[in-house]
Nanobody, 119 residues
Framework: QVQIVESGGGLVQPGGSLRLSCAAS????????MSWYRQAPGETRDLVAA???????KYADPVKGRSTITKNNAGNTIYLQMNSMKPEDTAVYYC?????????????WGQGTQVTVSS
């Protein structure tokens, strides 16, 4: 069993920055990958960025070059720094924890944190 708590969402102006945090607790020893997904109203839940416990990263094209995903040394907390934010970044952002190979997401999700980019 793993518990996932996201934080850091809110309202940001276009061009601004935001840092999201995701903390996992419980069964964290075997985590292999942690990821951020987002879902806008009426849209699918899509990958934003992911990081494996050995430090490999993956970014979706819409955020590549203006986002950075990092993790703490313990491997149970990740961060997503997003810069030059756009209105189309508005969505609920979800953290995912995986125990499989590569960047494959797991079945464990956080409750989500709302990010709104608007002036």
């Amino acid at each position: 069993q793993v518990q996932i708590v996201e934080s850091g969402g809110g309202l940001v102006q276009p061009g601004g920055s935001l840092r999201l945090s995701c903390a996992a607790s419980g069964s964290v020893f075997r985590i292999t990958v942690m990821s951020w997904y987002r879902q806008a109203p009426g849209e699918t839940r899509d990958l934003v960025a992911a990081i494996t416990m050995d430090g490999r990263t993956k970014y979706a094209d819409p955020v590549k070059g203006r986002s950075t995903i990092t993790k703490n040394n313990a491997g149970n907390t990740i961060y997503l720094q997003m810069n030059s934010m756009k209105p189309e970044d508005t969505a609920v952002y979800y953290c995912n924890v995986g125990y499989g190979l590569g960047f494959v997401p797991g079945d464990w999700w956080g409750q989500g944190t709302q990010v709104t980019v608007s002036s």
